[in-house]
């Protein structure tokens, strides 16, 4: 089945706006994924926001973070099609869908946990920073992919 | 001096040579300029559904603007950095490139917008807290914002794929966005 299928027939690479398109959704539908786990994050880790707890915050953006990271899969899985053999074979890209699976599973698990916990300082400062440095990575290694 | 040899002059200093031609330096600068946008455009994403009344509801117009402000300094001028690096290392190949250019007009709007806002939305959120409902002109304000970032967003990425006329086939560089297929496949 896989290996009768040609990339060339790929509406993605015989139409000239699609693939920017799925990008552009790809990097909108990142920043409101990362963006929102980043204010949870930046609360944790006890830097400029103050107001609302943790807790609040997961709430408030729970949904946002989910529909996010919804479109971002769906998107990246489109642009996957363009050239799967490529991207399967790819350090980069292995590596990203590792560093993905691990950050949301992480994200649902001990991140959720500790946020909606009164969980102390040092806790928080590491979880959080977990948190940033998992997604960033996920950012650089899915840029990274276009150079390796 | 004509804005192509301007833009030659300017992409063949030698700190843009050097970065140009550097295998790491540019996709990491590169790196950067997406993870500021992961961040604080999500900031920024979340502060303009915040005033359209969409998310945040447990946050004020005021705490969402005064506690983020500091997070999006910071990446507004991380990602400037970079994108003037960037940019400017291969000014010679994006002068003339439209999307360049509407780039560049969308992000000076970007300044506009922040002037013509600020007495009545950004820096008036105190006010904004104690309306009974918000105003039409900081959801207006918010439409506009995320309308700009959007298009700023997507004229970025079509850079990229603009091929001047008559250079059409011209060799990919590893620097450019692998979406072709490769005849080999």
């Known amino acids: 089945m896989l290996l009768a299928y040609d990339p060339a027939t790929n509406p993605l690479n015989t139409t000239e706006w699609a693939f920017p398109f799925f990008e552009c959704i790809h990097i909108a539908s990142f920043a409101m994924s990362v963006g929102t786990i980043a204010l949870v994050d930046l609360r944790l880790l006890g830097l400029g926001i103050r107001h609302q707890t943790a807790a609040q915050l997961v709430k408030d953006t729970m949904l946002w973070t989910l529909a996010g990271l919804i479109i971002v899969i769906t998107s990246g899985l489109v642009i996957f099609t363009s050239d799967p053999l490529r991207y399967y074979y790819n350090p980069s890209f292995r590596f990203k869908v590792i560093c993905l699976l691990i950050a949301i599973v992480y994200n649902y698990t001990i991140h959720r946990k500790v946020a909606m916990s009164k969980a102390p300082p040092f806790a928080n400062i590491l979880v959080g920073g977990i948190s940033l440095l998992l997604w960033v990575s996920i950012v650089f290694a899915g840029l990274f992919y276009a150079f390796t | ?185």
């Open chain 2, 1 to 185: 001096m004509s804005p192509a040899e301007f833009s030659q002059w300017v992409s063949g200093l030698d700190l843009f040579t050097s970065l140009r031609e550097s295998a790491l330096a540019y996709p990491v600068i590169m790196s950067l300029h997406l993870s500021s946008i992961a961040v604080f455009g999500g900031l920024i994403l979340m502060t303009d559904l915040r005033l359209l009344g969409l998310a945040m509801p447990n946050m004020t117009v005021s705490d969402i603007i005064a506690q983020t402000r500091i997070w999006k300094r910071i990446g507004f001028v991380v990602m400037i950095t970079c994108g003037v690096l960037l940019g400017g290392a291969k000014l010679d190949k994006y002068y003339d490139n439209p999307y360049f250019q509407l780039k560049l007009l969308f992000l000076l709007l970007v300044g506009v917008h922040a002037i013509v806002f600020h007495r009545s939305v950004y820096g008036n959120a105190a006010e904004l807290d104690r309306a009974p409902a918000i105003p039409a002109i900081a959801k207006t304000a918010a439409c506009l914002s995320l309308v700009l970032w959007i298009s700023i967003l997507s004229f970025g990425r079509w850079i990229a794929y603009y091929e001047r006329p008559g250079e059409r086939g011209a060799p990919v560089t590893s620097a450019q966005p692998v979406n072709r297929v490769s005849p080999a496949q």
